[in-house]
């Protein structure tokens, strides 16, 4: 069988065992998919493993998280598992980071809030198919908006995993990378403070370069999104992305 129409074989057994454990919540199928995700668990682990932790302590955090994508993936509602699956097991790690090496000086009500919010953005994300943007996160729990930034930033205790990093799925042709299934926006953008910096640096970019950046990240699009209402293909938007932000933080820096 050629290598594709293989792949596409595992992936719908994958779906019948999906159905079948939230049919059934069976321990032998729930087994079964943990054993065909772990290289997923695997390689998010590894992104964070020059963190300070070791690699045996992510790696059983990983697994941790993959066993709650599982146990809460609802397959009905359409949206991939390997979407939900990452930001549950990526969240799982922040959460393991956030509970270790946090400073005694975070008030106790930001910890709080931000715990909070990192289990509306898993709900949300399943809800959505991809991760909330920061206004649709305070819209949905009436957390004023410089709250909910607030508490993020204080959450960073470490830096996050390459965007563009590419994981083990997808074609030879058509990589996947963690972008393509996390919607969220690049962080270094999300850091400026200088809100005007970003749009006197915006407004040098050519149009379409400019056009992208304002669906992903203003917009919350995803890049399938983007894509389809600009009638390119999904791989010519992330160059354009990536692109965009390669001058984009030239222009910042300069």
């Given amino acids: 069988m050629p290598r594709q129409q293989r792949k596409r074989a595992d992936r719908e057994a994958i779906r019948v065992l999906f159905q079948e454990h939230w049919k059934t919540k069976d321990r032998a199928i729930r087994e079964q ?53 990452t930001v549950t ?26 715990n909070a919010l990192m289990k509306t953005v898993e709900v949300m994300a399943q809800r959505l ?12 729990t009436g957390v004023p908006f410089e709250e909910v930034v607030e508490a993020f930033e204080l959450g960073r205790a470490y830096n996050p995993a390459s965007l563009d990093a590419e994981v083990a799925e997808g074609d030879d042709e058509h990589p996947s ?14 850091r400026l403070e200088d809100r005007h910096t970003v749009q006197g640096a915006l407004a040098s970019l050519p149009d379409r370069h400019r056009e992208v950046l304002k669906m992903r990240y203003y917009d919350g ?13 999904q791989m010519h938007v ?17």
């Fill in 89 to 114: 097991i990526v969240g799982e790690i922040k959460r393991h980071f956030r509970d270790k090496y946090w400073s005694v000086r975070v008030p106790r009500r930001l910890r709080e809030l931000n």
């Fill in 177 to 190: 990378s963690l972008m393509d299934y996390l919607g969220e926006s690049d962080p270094a953008l999300s």
């Fill in 221 to 233: 699009l995803s890049q399938a999104e983007i894509a389809r209402r600009l009638g390119i293909s």
């Fill in 33 to 85: 998919l943990v054993l065909a995700h772990g290289s997923l668990a695997s390689y998010l682990a590894r992104k964070f493993s020059n963190r300070g932790e070791p690699l045996d302590d992510l790696g059983q955090v990983a697994q941790i998280g993959l066993l709650k994508a599982i146990d809460r993936y609802d397959p009905t509602r359409g949206i991939e598992f390997t979407t939900y699956a």
């Fill in 129 to 140: 198919g991809r991760s909330p943007t920061l206004p649709e996160i305070a819209a949905e």
């Fill in 238 to 254: 992330s160059r354009i992305q990536r692109d965009a932000l390669k001058k984009l933080r030239a222009m910042i820096e300069a």
